[in-house]
């Protein structure tokens, strides 16, 4: 269900302003199942400018309700809905600042027409509502009215829905105000992580990797990620829906499957990552690299063959020149060549590397 409205207000000060008028209808997805609109009686006046813009006045709300009498219904009407506006920000502070001087907590999920119709609506001259819904057809009486702005509003959302085929950005845009159930849900995925050196992946609610992180402590990293306040990160933390990781056992495999997850994922949240290239040759044209494992006993095997970097991985099995042709069966193979020499190269540079077996 989604309450869909509009408010006019005195103007003034920010959080001084007063209601004048509000419209919302309860929309619930394709018909309105419930409306409630009324003059409000602001106890101040109204300024000028507004007057000229609304034709609303002071003499026409001396008889009009005082907000206090209406608060119930607009509790009432909007239970249980996402609250939809043209600028939400603006209407729902309106309306949070009004029952918060009733000492009341209105707290409802939003979802704003403006952010929506420039994901949706492409490359429009303007978002404005009046100029938006002219350009799209949609018929508006009563411009800078409650109502006709709030009706205007109800077949904006419905195009809208309409354009949103796959139903996933207007769900991935709602903004939840009960962080509670979210900081629950993170605290669960956070628990399931453990404190390994390690490369981890988010992933949406349709299993889609939207993040890839890495670290001596994923564990470590993804608390890190979660406390972040940045639009970024309060993206991938509203969008996370489970996390998968991978045990490295070295840094070497950490970078490695890293960046070439990146490559070939692109999550949508990760930056994307500049390599200057080295495309100069290694020391030797054959050789291995052995490192740590994940366990007691493992070897982590990177095996380069004619100057390329043929592929990575894992095993239990003594490492010596004649178990190539075994090693190769289970090591996995790089597709991103140049990425990897670069991320070997780098590495080697920098001598931590356990062994090397040069054939």
Known sequence: MYAILDIETTGGKFNEEGITEIAIY????????????????????????????TGINNKMLVNAPKFFEIAKRIVEITQDCILVAHNTSFDYRILK??????????????????????????????????????????PMTERHRASGDALATVQLFKLLLEKDTEKTIIQESIKYFDKRIEKEKLQTLIDS????????????????VIYIGKG??????????????????????????????????????????????????APKFNFKKKFKIILDNFNNENFMIVDKGREVEEHAIILIENNIVFGYGYTNLAVQENDLTIL??????IENKEVSKTIVKNYLNKGSVQKIIRF
Do not use: M, W
């Not at 106890?43 to 507004?50: L, P, W, Y």
């Open 328 to 333: 190769k069966s289970v090591l996995t193979q």
């Open 26 to 53: 309860k929309f619930d997805g394709y018909t309105i199942v419930d409306q409630f609109i009324t003059l409000v009686n602001p106890e101040k006046e109204i300024q000028a400018f507004v007057v000229n813009l």
């Open 97 to 138: 600042t009004e029952f918060d001087r009733l000492g009341f907590d209105f707290r409802r999920n939003t979802l704003c027409t403006v952010e929506l119709s420039q994901q949706l609506i492409l490359e429009q001259p303007s978002y404005s509502l009046g100029k938006l819904t002219k350009s799209l057809g949609i």
């Open 193 to 208: 992580i453990p404190a390994i050196l390690g490369v981890f992946y988010i992933h949406d609610s349709k299993g889609k």
């Open 216 to 265: 001596k402590n994923i564990k470590a990293e993804i608390n890190k990620l979660f406390l972040k306040v940045t639009r970024r990160a309060v993206k991938i933390q509203e969008r996370a829906n489970s996390v998968s990781f991978d045990k490295t056992g070295n840094e070497l495999f950490t970078r490695l499957k890293y960046y070439l997850e990146l490559e070939k994922l």
